[in-house]
């Protein structure tokens, strides 16, 4: 893995790494609809006390989860209720208009990492899994360098977001 790809730490998955997939069901059944939802209403108490991430996201974080969580239901196995209810996600394109810097690639993804650790309800193998997932559409998500000219750089295809 290039050091150089936007500053993207090393030890983060790149887009082209195959998800691991575990036996006993989708990670939507392992983790469970309340689990996921504690989970995303946790991140975004998180997100709203990031310095880095809050000047960004509205004031009123309540739809925001809403569409998360329908997000995350279908993209983790479950029914399609972000597709059911909004269409098609096509993440990236809904995030142009937000400058998405890999320091708030990295920010996300640390609100994440400390919402799975106060979520007991999800395992340490589940939590392991998402995060990995997530990490790879967090990466694709970037659009916009960091002040220091960091580049956003090329980070390939995702094919399951869209
Ligand atoms: C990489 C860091 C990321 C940043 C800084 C970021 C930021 C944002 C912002 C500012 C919004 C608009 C909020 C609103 O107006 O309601 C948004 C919406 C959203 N984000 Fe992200 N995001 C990131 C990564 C991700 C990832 C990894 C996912 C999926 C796993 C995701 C899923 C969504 C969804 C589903 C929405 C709602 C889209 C809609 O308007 O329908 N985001 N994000």
């Known amino acids: ?3 150089s790809l936007f500053c993207w730490p090393a030890s983060l998955p790149l887009m082209t790494a195959p998800i691991q997939l575990s036996a006993g069901g ?15 209403t ?7 006390q ?4 809050s000047p960004i996201f509205p004031a009123d974080l309540t739809p925001t989860a809403q569409k998360q969580l329908a997000f995350l239901t279908g993209f983790l196995g ?4 972000y597709h059911q209810n909004f269409g098609p996600p096509r993440l990236r394109a809904r995030h142009v208009p937000h400058a998405i810097t890999p320091t708030r690639g990295r920010a996300w993804l640390a609100c994440m990492e400390n919402a799975l650790q106060d979520t ?3 395992g340490e ?3 392991r899994e998402l995060h990995a997932a997530l990490a790879r559409v967090a990466a694709h998500m970037v659009n916009t360098p960091d002040d220091d000219g960091t580049p956003d750089g090329k980070v390939g295809q995702l094919l399951s977001i869209d």
């Open 1 to 3: 893995m290039s050091a």
């Open 26 to 40: 989708s990670l939507y059944e392992r983790i469970g609809p309340e689990a996921l939802a504690a989970l995303v």
């Open 42 to 48: 946790r991140f975004y108490t998180l997100v709203a």
């Open 50 to 53: 990031d310095p880095d991430l």
């Open 78 to 81: 479950g029914p399609p209720l």
């Open 120 to 122: 007991p309800q999800i």
């Open 125 to 127: 193998a589940e939590a």
